[in-house]
């Protein structure tokens, strides 16, 4: 008995020394884990909150923490098109498809990406929209050299319309190993689960990192009808025709003049 | 005020909605036609997904132009029989535009079809109906009066058989060209998320030269139901049909109509066929600038399928 515990003691000394540096441990807790959209959402806001815990054995630090989260929205597949100049007119002339892409992405950190991390570590961690795109595959040539202007323009339109975003400062430390911060889902948000990725870093380096998960559905009325709609749409679509032929009448009894 | 359409899957300004309705409404109450050539392009402007708003404004248009129908059976300005004949061309056509529409979506060329179609459609009738009425102004004005139908000239389409008596539009002619008109209209209809009222109405007046006064009762009648057909369809076939926003479309158009439709009725003839013209040109050439000018971003993004 007594060999055997020693034996696991040495296995996690190794394991200790192998992850130098993994003295933290991360924990992080959603407020939500929930959102539920209803006839007046225009959004919501949820906190994270974080703690880091050091392992005394592993001596003191003078540390300074930086902490990257990443939000990501249900996986899809988007086709880029590129309208150009054929004749008098401005038709779609050249496309990619991008599959997996997330339809949300939202990185906060507490300070500038390329400050925390090095381009290789950014890339090798999915730090910031530009990594969380991949770049497709050249399908029939070598080396498709308009590809990454697609991608650009795909990440350049998603910004636009809110649903990728980057917030520095969006983490908030309000002590050294307290940190806080606001993952914000705006009303155009695609319905389905959602990543939350907090990594903790320390001088360029990954120390650890938490996985959360929230899932946006709808609810009450909102999700009444859209089941109705997809379940039962011999009803829905009779519903509504009746609807509109019913206030169509009823407008013409409420202004009659005679 | 925000309200989350349950389809669209979006929050959208309940007041802009309201407004749009109302806006649409009275331009549809004034001429007889749906308005959904309007409604259907300021929907995908304020950014519903083409596919929901041209399912949607299938509903509204059916409420718009039941109001519109019983104002016209009141005045004894509608032709239920020639409005029948339609229907039945208008029904087949809707049916195969349907069907158009979600193998399109499939593809994903929905959109530039709707666009292009849009051009070619309101750019070229509104010309001709601008040259027309243009003509029409000008002779009123000098005094000269036009000779309405010339007798004795008839158009190839008065020889086919199956000619049917419409006595409340003063015509005998075969049935087979209204019948193609009106399933044309019908596909153009389901696909575009519009009426058609635009279109038949102009060919009412010159291709069959129906008297300007039954026409527009006899347009909305077969819009009617031709359009709860369409959102029928719609709803069973490819689910696009968002109730909210056709409750709140409908709720602005009804009011709109009435006001329309009494601003209509003190109209002349030559003026009423120009602001039609000129309205459905200028839509025409609104898609025409995004047709033939650089576009603010040449790139564009169409999410195609989503793992949920």
Redesign the interface.
């Known amino acids: 008995m007594k060999g055997c515990a020693l034996k696991l003691l040495a296995a996690a000394a190794g394991l200790l020394a192998a992850g130098a540096g993994r003295s933290e441990t991360l924990m992080t807790s959603l407020s939500s884990d929930h959102i539920a959209i209803t006839s007046n959402f225009t959004g919501a806001d949820l906190a994270l909150f974080g703690a880091v815990e050091r392992d005394p054995a592993s001596g003191p630090r003078a540390i300074n923490y930086d902490v990257v989260v990443t939000v990501r929205g249900p996986r899809g597949a988007v086709t880029v098109r590129e309208k150009k100049r054929i004749g008098p007119f401005w038709i779609n002339a050249d496309q990619r498809k991008y599959i997996a892409i997330p339809s949300f992405i939202e990185v906060l950190a507490n300070r500038p990406l390329d400050e925390i991390a090095s381009a290789s570590l950014r890339a090798e961690l999915h730090f910031g929209a530009e990594m969380l795109v991949p770049a497709q595959a050249a399908k029939d040539r070598l080396v498709d050299e308009a590809e990454p202007d697609f991608r650009v323009a795909l990440i350049r339109l998603r910004t636009r319309q809110h649903l990728f975003r980057e917030v520095v400062p969006g983490v908030q430390f309000f002590d050294p190993k307290l940190f806080r911060a606001v993952v914000h889902v705006p009303g155009i948000v695609p319905l389905g689960p959602y990543d939350v990725d907090v990594a903790l870093l320390a001088d360029g380096a990954l120390l650890a990192r938490s996985t959360q998960r929230f899932i946006v559905t709808k609810s009450g009325v909102e999700a009444t009808l859209a089941a109705a709609a997809r379940e039962r749409p011999i009803l829905y679509g009779l519903s509504t025709a009746s609807l509109a032929v019913l206030i169509g009448w009823l407008a013409t009894v409420i202004f009659r003049r005679d | 005020m ?3 359409l ?2 669209a ?3 959208v300004d309940m007041l802009v909605i309201l407004c749009m309705g109302a806006a649409v409404g009275f331009i549809s109450g004034m001429f007889g036609v749906g308005g959904g050539f309007l409604m259907t392009p300021l929907l995908i402007f304020v ?1 519903i997904p083409p596919a929901i708003a041209v399912a949607t404004e299938a ?2 248009i ?6 519109g129908s ?2 016209y059976w009141r005045r004894k300005a509608l032709d239920v029989k020639l409005g029948c004949v339609l229907l039945a061309g208008g029904l087949l056509g809707t049916v195969l535009g349907v069907l158009f529409f979600n193998a399109m979506r499939r593809i ?1 060329q929905l959109e ?1 079809v709707i666009t292009l179609s849009y051009v070619m459609l309101l750019g070229g009738l509104g010309a001709l109906m601008l040259v027309e009425s243009l003509r029409a102004v000008v002779l009123a004005s000098t005094g000269q009066r036009r000779a309405f139908r010339k007798g004795g000239k008839h158009g190839w389409y008065e020889h086919l058989p199956w000619k049917m008596h419409f006595h409340r539009s003063k015509l005998y002619i075969s049935i087979i060209p209204i019948l193609a008109l009106a399933s044309f209209i019908g596909f153009a209809g389901a696909v575009l998320g519009i009426g058609g009222g635009f279109i038949l109405v102009p060919a009412l007046i010159y291709v069959f030269r129906v008297p300007t006064a039954v026409v527009v009762g006899t347009s909305l009648f077969q819009i ?1 139901f031709t359009m ?1 057909a369409a ?7 490819n ?1 696009s ?1 968002d ?2 926003l ?2 709140l479309l ?2 602005g158009g ?2 709109g ?2 006001f329309g439709a009494r601003a209509g009725a003190n109209l002349r003839g030559e003026y009423f066929r120009l602001l039609l013209a000129v309205l459905v040109f200028g839509v025409g050439l609104r898609f025409a600038v ?6 603010p ?12």
């Open positions: 925000q309200v989350y349950p389809i899957e979006l929050p950014g509903a509204q059916a409420a718009s132009s039941m109001t019983i104002a994903g530039t009617l709860i959102t029928m369809l719609h709803a069973t076939t689910h049909v109730i909210v056709a409750v409908i709720v009804v009011f109509a009435q995004d047709l033939f000018t650089r576009p971003d040449v790139y564009g993004a169409t999410e195609t399928e989503t793992f949920r």
